[in-house]
Structures are given as C-alpha cells and as structure tokens.
C-alpha cells in the first residue's frame, strides 16, 4: 500500500511541487523587487522585421548605421548594434528607442534597464541610456515631467554590463520614450533592454531628473527606501521555527514518564520528524556546495559546476512557469539580493516542504531516536559552514595592508554628505580606523575558532549572532546588497544554540542550576572515528589553517610592494585648465576635473597577471567620472576614455605638476599634490582628555 501511495505521489510531484510554491506565494504578502516587463516591446532584439528588430524606431543626422548583431549577443541570439562612423548633418547623435502610452504607468515606480557594450571608440565617442516623461501637451519643453540622459555618467566600457534608470511616473504622465544615445566615433551594442514596475526606488542616484514649475527646477524627486521588513524573508524565520521543532526534547517523548498520551506522542513525533527533515533539505540546498568547495583544491570543481547549474535551471524553470517572471537573470555584479537569489530562496522552502512532507510519511512508524542522529549531523554541518564564512569575513577586516575595507579614497574624501549612497557612508566609515576594523574582524574570527570545536560550539554560535545582529542591521539600514545572505548567517547562529536553549535559560535568566551535556562520540565503531577525525583535522588545517597562514603572508609581502610605483603616483587637486598661458573654462561643466589620482594594482580585472595602472577622476559636480585602465610609458598615459586619448606629463622631483592634452585645442591643466595628512579626518589625532 505505502509503494502506491509513493508511486502516485511522485508521478504528481511536478504539479504538487507548483501547488505548494502558489501557496507560499499567497500566503506571502511581500513582492519580488522586480517584475516582468511592463509595455516595452522586444527587449531582447530577437522578433525581425525583414532586417531589423520590430518595436524600435531609430533616427539620425546621418553617419550612424544600425544592425541586428549575432556575434556579440549577450541574451538569447540577437542584440543591437549602432555604429557611429562619422560626424553627423542635421544631429551630433543618433537615437534608437521607443515611444509608448504612459498612463498606465501613472503613480508607479519604474525601473529602465539595458545591458550595454561599447567597441572601438573614437575622439568623444560613447553611448547613453535615455528616459524621458512628457505630460499633457507633449513636445513642448514645459511638460518635461522626467528626464535622465546619463550625461555625466556616459557607457565607455567594452564588457557587457548592465545600466538603469529609475523614476517616479508622475500622475499627469502621458508618453513614456526611452532608448539609447550613440554619439561618435564608436560601435555601441544594446541587448535585454526592460522596463519594470518595482515597490520602492533602490538607487537614487540614478533617478530621472524630475522637472517641476515648467522645467524651471531640476529638483530629484524625493523617494523613500525600501522597507526593513521583506515578506520573503519570513520563510527564514519559519525554517528556524520548523529547526527548533526538530531541536525539542519535549515533543514526542518514548518514555513511560510522559504526561502526554499514546496518540499525542504519535502525533508531535510526526511532526518532529517533518521539522528534521524539512531542515535537513532546506539548508543543505541553501549552503551547498559550502563548506566543501575549495577543500580539495579543485577537485570537486566538477561536482560544483553541475550543481550550482543544476539549480540555476531549477529557479530559472520556477521564475518562468510559476513566477512569470521571462526576463533574464544577471551576471553575478557582487549583489546578493537580487531576483534570482529570492528565487533561489522560495525553491529551496517550497521543496524541503514537499520532500520532507513525503519523506516523513514514509518513516513514520521508525522510532524517533533514529532521528536524533540526523540532528547531531546537521548542527555540526551547520557550524562548518558558519565558521568558515565567519572566517573569511574576519580575514579579510584583520589586515593593515590588504582589507575589505581600504581608506577613503580622494574620491570620496571629496565626495560630499548627501551625494555619499548609503553603502559609501558604511565603506568610508570602516576604512577610517584601521583598529576598529581589524577589532570587528577579529570578532567573527574567535567566532570561527570557537564554532570548530563542539565544546565552545554554543559559545561561539553565540559571538557569531552578535556579530551577525550588527551585520544584518547595517545592511538593512544602509542598503548593503548582501539582506538575504547576512539574515541567513544570524539565523544559522540561532540554529547552533537552540540545542542549549533551556540550559542557558536556567543559567541566564532564571538563575538556578542545570545539567551538563555529555560530549560522547559521534560514532560508535572505532574505524569510523578514526575516519572522522581524519576528516576533521583535513577541514581545520585546510578551511581554517592554510586561510591564516595566507592572510599572514599576504601582509608580509603584499603584493603592491612588489610594483615598482613611481613616486609621483597619488592624489592631486586641479588648480585650473589653461590655454595660451590664460585661464579658461572646459568644453562644460560636465568636463571640469576636481581631483585625480594615479594607482597601480597587483590584480588585473581582465585576468593577467601583469600590473595594471588606474587613473581615476573626480569631477566638479560630485559625480565621479570613473576609474579606467591606463596604460604608462615613460611620460605619456594612453587613455582611451579621455579625448583624445594621450596624456603628457610635467614633473617637479617627485610630483606631477602638469597634464598636457587636446581637446579642441592643447590644454593644460595644473595640479598639485594632495596629501592625505591634510584633511581632518587623518590628522585628528587620538587624545585621552578633550575639553
């Protein structure tokens, strides 16, 4: 009968495993950040019309051609191509884009994004997304309602990435028009082009420019954050809640001496054993392949790419069939919140509910005790995994030379209070005080060090939820793209210390005695804990020992040491553009440099092992104008970003005084050296008594 029961359960498991993620997902008030596209049209390029992609419309002034690329697609087979080969007649740029009803977008919160990629630029080449809302009246320049051209932030770059636009529709909007600016002498790719609806604005330093009183003001629209509290994270919390079921002495007892009847017993030792297998799926298939990826030193590569594919076609499969959501998931950009990952989070609770709900009901009649063990297991795989995160967090704040958090740069030592983004505030905050940072690094590695081991488990789960509590509130409260994962390591640490819950009670707030627990191996046959030990000394020499002794070789002998600066790298502030020996003003506003900085770094981006020089500029209206690759010979930069693209240079002993290029004319702009002892927030020494 039970083979039956088992046969038609999983024939039906592909419509069960959808019944129970639409469940959740009704049960679940809260909304995924981003959804599918709203009135755009052929966002992927991949719909022809004869020879070009159908919905989009393009003009120019002539010099501009555009194609349907299938060399260079980023999403699907197509993508877009404008190449700007020469000047234009009528118009210095060419526009591909669309124009569409925005009534129906009135009120709401939309979100215009792209992924882009330049080749082969030229003299001021570059290209721009465009967003642009008109009211009523449409076409004259006081019904402007919205408008954001990238201008100071112009795509130069030869890799694909994504760019946006984010805005507040305002509910007299009547045409939406968006698309792309290519300006030349450049090629300009576009593909998995989207225009979503989203809860809150995330980013507002890319909002569109909201025009008010006629166009008279530029004012940013005023937008709030998102809210402290997602809905999507209550599945967290009820995986703890199912863990501590499974963690509950009290719930299904065998002993005579229990005051709950025969059936009541029967009854929670059920549902004991769902909680232990529901928590057994659910975090092996979040934290998998930690903590084992990089302990064999690559040999389980191929076990981990078929995984992590594996899953990736799972919530791909649940975002297009259950969430309607079609398009595309991004490139990892260091984000960890972004709509995959929440996907990633509903598959993982929708099927530890399914299979632990059938895996329970198979083993119903076997005797609770059995369990038990599985208990044991999953905390100790629980602490592995925590520790060696907490580790490499900690590592990477201890150090003086190589840090998670490194000083403020010129940048943002220029950067004012509200043009900082929250996570600039938290960054330049860190990397202020080294001994600060290298004190919170040094909690969650004790933290690491007490986990290992099971006697100081509890202990060490403990330090790991303090430190993680004031983790989890600075992403949330600074928007730190790391919620979901950082929420997940505080709950792991809650996890650990459920087992001791009663016994620190008794010790902590009810102040009376408690039992101890005794430690007793963990298998009973001693070639098994012969192998466990084995296998316990391979995770503390290889996840924990070759990590530390790498961190401590690194700040002997760190890498930049080995570069070779010249001496007059640093930081410098411009004095003035001159021509002829006069003062005069750049080609615009846009254009006038702050601060510059020279850097050379050990890692090249690009995967050489070469060095790589940067150069990073700093720009009058706050916005900085990016740090690119250069290449340095003798006293020339080549710089392909900076029309037109060689860079002399004047020296003084050690500091450069003076670059020499052309823009319309040779220009030189004067500077002096910068010194990082001048600004107040190095030279405020540390003082015992301050009146």
């Known amino acids: 009968m039970r083979t039956f029961i088992l046969f038609w359960t999983l024939r039906g498991c592909r419509a069960s495993f959808c019944l129970v993620i639409l469940v959740l997902l009704s049960v679940s008030s809260g909304k995924l950040e981003a959804q599918p596209p709203v009135t755009l049209q052929n966002g992927s390029f991949e719909e022809i019309e004869g020879e070009i992609p159908s919905g989009w419309n393009f003009s120019s002034g002539g010099g501009f051609d555009w194609s349907v690329d299938t060399d ?65 009246n449409t076409g004259q320049a006081n019904n402007i309602l919205a408008f954001d051209n990238m201008q100071d932030r112009p795509i130069k770059s030869d890799q694909w990435e994504y760019y946006e636009i984010t805005s507040k529709i305002p509910d007299n909007a009547k045409v939406l028009i968006l698309g792309l600016l290519v300006f030349p002498k450049c090629e300009v790719f576009i593909d998995d082009v989207s225009l979503e609806t989203i809860d809150d604005v995330e980013d507002t330093d890319t909002t569109a420019y909201a025009f008010q009183s006629g166009g008279a003001s530029n004012a940013r629209v005023a937008q709030t954050g998102p809210p402290l509290i997602n809905h999507w994270l209550w599945l967290v919390v009820v995986s703890l809640v199912l863990f501590s079921i499974g963690q509950s002495g009290w719930l299904g007892g065998n002993s005579a001496a229990d005051e709950l009847t025969q059936e009541t017993q029967h009854r929670f030792a059920w549902i004991r054993k769902f909680a232990i297998r529901f928590s057994v799926i659910y975090w092996l298939l979040y934290c998998l392949p ?131 983004p929250p996570q600039n505030v938290v960054w330049s905050f860190m990397g ?111 996840g924990v020992g070759l990590p530390i002794y790498t961190k401590i070789r690194l700040e002997m002998n760190p890498p930049e040491s080995l570069l070779g600066e010249p001496a007059w790298f640093g930081d410098y502030e411009v004095d003035g553009f001159y021509r002829n020996d006069e003062l005069v003003e750049p080609y615009s506003d846009r254009e006038r440099w702050k601060t510059l900085s020279l850097s050379r770094s050990a890692w090249n981006p690009k995967g050489g092992r070469g060095p790589v020089d940067y150069l990073l500029v700093n720009k009058t209206l706050g916005r900085t104008g990016g740090q690119v690759t250069v290449n340095l010979r003798g006293d020339t930069i080549r710089c392909e970003s900076i029309s037109p693209g060689n860079i002399k240079l004047k020296f003084e002993g050690d500091d450069l005084v003076e670059l020499e290029y052309g823009f319309q004319e040779i220009v030189r702009v004067k500077v002096h050296r910068l010194r990082r002892e001048n600004f107040p927030i190095y030279n405020q020494n540390f003082r015992w008594i301050r009146e």
């Not at 940072?437 to 006697?455: K, N, Y």
Request: glycine letters at 8%; hydrophobic letters at 45%.
């Open 72 to 136: 260079e697609a980023f999403v699907g087979e197509r993508c877009a191509r404008v190449t700007a080969s020469g000047g234009a007649e009528s118009r210095p740029f060419a526009n591909l884009g669309q124009t569409f009803d925005a009534t129906a977008l009135q009120g709401k919160t939309v979100r215009f994004t792209a992924a882009v990629k330049t080749r082969g630029i030229e003299s001021n080449g570059r290209g721009q997304l465009w967003f642009r809302v008109d009211g009523p």
């Open 290 to 420: 930690s903590p084992f990826s990089g302990l064999l030193f690559g040999w389980e590569t191929p076990v981990v790419t078929w995984y992590t594919n594996a899953m990736t076609a799972v919530d791909r499969w649940t975002a297009d069939n259950v969430l309607g959501i079609a398009r595309e998931f991004p490139p990892p950009r260091g984000s960890g919140d972004t709509t995959k990952d929440f996907v990633h989070l509903l598959v993982c609770f929708a099927f530890a509910m399914f299979v632990g709900l059938i895996w329970a009901v198979l083993v119903s009649r076997r005797p609770l005790k059995n369990d038990l063990r599985v208990n044991g297991l999953l905390r100790s795989y629980l602490r592995y995994v925590l520790a060696f995160t907490m580790l490499g967090y900690g590592l990477a704040k201890v150090g003086m030379v190589t840090n998670q958090f490194p000083e403020p740069n010129i940048d943002q030592l220029y950067r004012t209070w509200g043009q900082s």
């Open 432 to 542: 202020t005080s080294r001994p600060y940072t290298i004190f919170a690094g040094l909690g969650e590695v004790v933290g690491c060090l007490l986990l290992i081991w099971r006697r100081t488990a509890t202990l060490g789960a403990m330090v790991t939820f303090g430190v993680m509590l004031n983790v989890v509130m600075m992403n949330f409260c600074y928007d730190i793209p790391v919620k979901q994962y950082s929420f997940h390591l505080m709950v792991m640490a809650l996890c650990i210390v459920l087992p001791d819950a009663i016994r620190l009670g008794n010790v902590l707030v009810w102040n009376r005695p408690t039992t101890a627990v005794t430690l007793r191996p963990t298998y009973r046959y001693p070639s098994l804990i012969w192998i466990h030990r084995a296998a316990k000394t391979w995770l503390i020499v290889v």
